[in-house]
């Protein structure tokens, strides 16, 4: 994409336990995920993952800030309204991004943590879920001209799976697509000198990732009522995952009630390809990096 190898930073939000428990199921972190996604995206880049929930951001970490071209955050379970240590060192590690001028991008708690770090509110879904699929999101009129998501049409589906929802978007931010269940599905937070492009669905995971996420999360489901019991969560989870298997079966995608927009890898990451391409490459030709 550029002569120059482009250098991206992910930070995983998850804290330890919870990469262990996504490997164990997917075989993956939700920051090894971003890796694969971009890896396809920018085969060439540097890629460099560090974990900001664990601890205190060393001097090691801060340069790895210093020279991204992007930085990414990914999705995490950790709710940020508990005032944690691990959620404050995610956010202040997000302030620091911010402060950089790098550009950033993040999907679920990463909209969250970006959220929270420039000044608005993030709380529970009290109720309500989005597991599995973000349905008709549509874009705002901002949406349609912006390009983050350019490329998609007026109204689509996207994998997601979140309890939690930004509430209230910081001052200087503009919204780009909602749906019924979660109003902020995707926006962008300008903050100083930063700039993040983010969404809470997740078009950087795979079927195969939505239908462990749906397993793992199998007792929630229940007890929100979106399924009756665990047979009918490992059902709709084989589903998903054979469609996964197999991409041309019309029958499964008509079944699910999916179409291009989630089965096709390329057009599931475009906005992860749009912010490489449209934020990061850009700012990077700025600053006298490419």
Request: with cysteine.
């Amino acid at each position: 994409m550029t002569s120059k190898p482009l250098n991206f930073l992910i930070a995983e939000s998850e804290p330890p336990e919870s990469r262990d428990k996504r490997r164990e199921s997917v075989g993956r972190s939700s920051g090894e995920t971003y890796e694969a996604v971009l890896r396809h995206i920018a085969p060439a880049a540097k890629l460099s993952r560090i974990a900001p929930a664990d601890g205190v951001i060393d001097s090691a970490a801060r340069q790895a800030l210093e020279s991204a071209d992007g930085v990414f955050f990914t999705g995490s379970p950790l709710h940020l309204y508990d005032e944690t240590a691990e959620g404050r060192r995610v956010v202040e590690f997000m302030r620091a991004v911010f402060a950089s001028g790098t550009p950033a991008f993040g999907s679920c708690a990463g909209l969250q943590v970006a959220t929270v770090a420039a000044g608005g509110s993030v709380g529970p879904m009290k109720g309500r879920r989005e597991a599995g699929f973000a349905r008709r999101l549509h874009l705002t009129e901002e949406g349609a001209g912006h390009p983050l998501l350019d490329g998609r049409p007026p109204v689509f589906d996207a994998p997601a799976i979140h309890t939690d929802e930004v509430t209230a978007l910081p001052e200087a931010s503009t919204l780009l697509c909602v749906n019924t269940t979660t109003r902020i599905q995707a926006a962008e937070i300008r903050c100083g000198d930063g700039l993040f492009w983010g969404v809470q669905y997740h078009p950087e995971i795979s079927l195969y990732e939505i239908a462990a996420a749906l397993r793992r999360q199998a007792d929630d489901l229940i007890e929100h009522g979106l399924a009756p019991d665990a047979d009918t969560v490992a059902d709709h989870a084989a589903l998903i995952e054979a469609l996964h298997d197999a991409p041309d079966r019309r029958d499964l995608a008509w079944r699910l009630g999916v179409d291009s927009e989630v089965i096709v890898p390329e057009r599931r990451t475009r906005e992860i390809r749009n912010f490489v391409e449209r934020l990061v490459l850009p700012t990077r030709s700025r600053r006298g990096r490419a």
